[in-house]
C-alpha cells in the first residue's frame, strides 16, 4: 500500500538543494508524484512543494525527523503533511453566498478540506449550516462583549480541533491577539479587488468611480486589516449598465471563487508564505 505525503519548504537559494530532497525519498523508498519549484532571484530564496508516496509503512513524524539533518544543512523552513483533509471552521455574518458555496464544493469533494462547523455572530445563517450537517455556533459581538467573543471563537477552534479558519463574509474585525493566534491558518475573502475600495459599501464606491472591473481577493488574515498575504484574487469584467445591485451580484460571484480556490490551495499544501506576499503552486 502505498502512503501520500507532501514535502513544502522554503530556504536560501544554492547549489544541491532538489539534489538532496530528491536523494533522501529515494533513500526512504519513496517516489515522488508531483513536484514544482520557484527561485525567487529578487530575495534569492528557493520556495519547494513535492508530493510522493512511501511503500513503507511510516508517518509525518518520523520522515520530518529523518529529514531533520537536511533541513539543518541547507537551512529550511520545511513542513511533512499527509493526505488528511484539513479540518475548517468557517465564521460568517448575515451573507451566505460563499458559505453556500463551501458547503456545495466540500460536499462534491472538490474543496480539499473538511468543513467541521459554523460560527456567526447572528443567526440568520443557521438554517443553511444545519441543513448540511454541520454545528452552528451563535456568538454575538458588541463593542462591550468582544474579547469575550474572541475568546469563545478560540475555545470553538480547539473544540473543533479546526486546522483553518475561513472568514466567509465575516464582518468583524478581529484583534491582534486573534490574528497572531490564528497566524497562517486564517484566510479572509475581501469584498474588492485589493488594494482599493476598503471600507463600507465597496460596490457603491465601484459605481461611483465607474470601474469596469470588479474583483475579490482571498489573503491570510494578519493585524493590518486588509493588508495580508493575498493567495488568490478573481477580476469579472462589467460595465457602465451595472448598478450597485448587479455589481454585487456578479462580485457575490468573484468572491466564492477567489475564497474556494484560496481554501483548496492552503488544504492541498500548495501556498508558501513569501514575507508579505504568497507561492501559490497551482
Known sequence: MSHPFTLTLSCQERPGIVHAVSSFLFEH????????QFDDAARGQLFLRTAFVCSEDTDTERLSAD??????????????ADDHPPRVLVMVSKLGH?????????????????LVAVVSNHEDLRPMAEAAGLPFHHVPVTPATRRQAEARLLE???????????LARYMQVLSDEACAALHGRAINIHHSFLPGFKGAKPYHQAFDRGVKLVGATAHYVT????????????????????????????????????????????????????????????
Open 223 to 282: 493585524p493590518d486589516l486588509d493588508e495580508g498575504p493575498i493567495i488568490e484574487q478573481e477580476v469579472i469584467r462589467i460595465d457602465h449598465t451595472f448598478d450597485p445591485r448587479a455589481l454585487a451580484t456578479v462580485g457575490q460571484d468573484a468572491e466564492a471563487l477567489a475564497l474556494s480556490r484560496a481554501v483548496r490551495w492552503h488544504s492541498e499544501r500548495r501556498v508558501l508564505l513569501n514575507g508579505h506576499s504568497t507561492v501559490v503552486f497551482r
Open 29 to 36: 523508498g519513496c517516489d515522488i508524484v508531483e513536484h514544482q
Open 67 to 80: 529529514f531533520d539533518a537536511v533541513a539543518q544543512e541547507f537551512g529550511m523552513s520545511y513542513q511533512v
Open 98 to 114: 460563499c458559505l453556500n458555496d463551501l458547503i456545495f464544493r466540500w460536499r462534491a469533494g472538490s474543496l480539499g478540506a473538511d
Open 156 to 166: 470553538l477552534v480547539d473544540e473543533h480541533r479546526a486546522d483553518l479558519v475561513v
